[in-house]
């Protein structure tokens, strides 16, 4: 399987013969004998993934890389991070996927508004199963805790992903973005409870 390692704001995959699912146009080198080809869109769920891309306004688009090589992956010059997931379920926001290894499945949904005041889609994508995926951030990516009983709370803006077993649910009523006089619309935060762990950006998009 391909290994991947976060170099701050460049991803290294390590291919030895086999293939990793990458964001289109997110390769800047690579050495050996690669391969690339369009994956089309990660939902795998053919025309129902598709609609539900369309439906979200996001979609998200991969290439497929294969080979024995090193290829360099990067994006925006946006930090990168590696998670490992071992029988588990990643959720993270499609537009924050550099790649992922072949042992895991893609599902993308329509989550939600974002944004009451931007107007803008949530899609979020499922990664499942047992590899790495490469998150990119605006900022070192920053992992909160959510334990039972002890709700977190965050602005959907720094959202970026979340592990482990957590009820995500949109919370209305006073934001900080009010306070400070830059509410546009109806404020709303994102509150998560149960265990897990959430990941957040310091940099609002």
């Not at 053919?46 to 539900?52: H, K, M, N, S, V």
């Not at 992956?73 to 991070?81: E, G, R």
């Not at 009820?167 to 994102?190: A, I, K």
Request: aromatic share 4%; glycine share 14%; with cysteine.
């Amino acid at each position: 399987m391909a290994v991947l390692t976060a170099d701050k704001k460049v991803l290294h995959a390590d291919l030895e013969g086999d293939s990793l699912r990458a964001a289109s146009g997110s390769m800047v080198a690579y050495t050996g004998k690669v391969e690339f080809k369009s994956a089309g869109m990660g939902g795998g769920g053919g025309l129902r993934a598709a609609i539900r891309q369309r439906v979200a306004g996001e979609s998200i688009s991969l290439m497929t890389c294969s080979g024995a090589g090193r290829v360099y992956l990067a994006q925006n010059a946006m930090d990168v991070t590696v998670v490992q997931l071992q029988n588990d379920r990643l959720t993270v926001e499609s537009e924050h996927i550099l790649a992922v290894t072949d042992g895991l499945q893609l599902d993308v949904q329509f989550a939600g508004l974002r944004g009451m005041t931007s107007g803008q889609g949530l899609a979020t994508t499922t990664v499942t199963g047992t590899g790495q995926c490469a998150i990119l951030s605006e900022g070192p990516l920053i992992a909160l805790a959510v334990n039972p009983g002890e709700p977190l709370v965050v602005d959907p803006d720094v959202y970026v992903a979340g592990t482990g077993q957590t009820q995500m649910s949109l919370v209305s009523g006073v934001s900080w973005r009010s306070l400070v006089g830059e509410d546009g619309g109806e404020p709303f935060s994102l509150r998560f409870e149960g265990q897990g762990i959430v990941y957040i950006q310091p940099a609002e998009r």
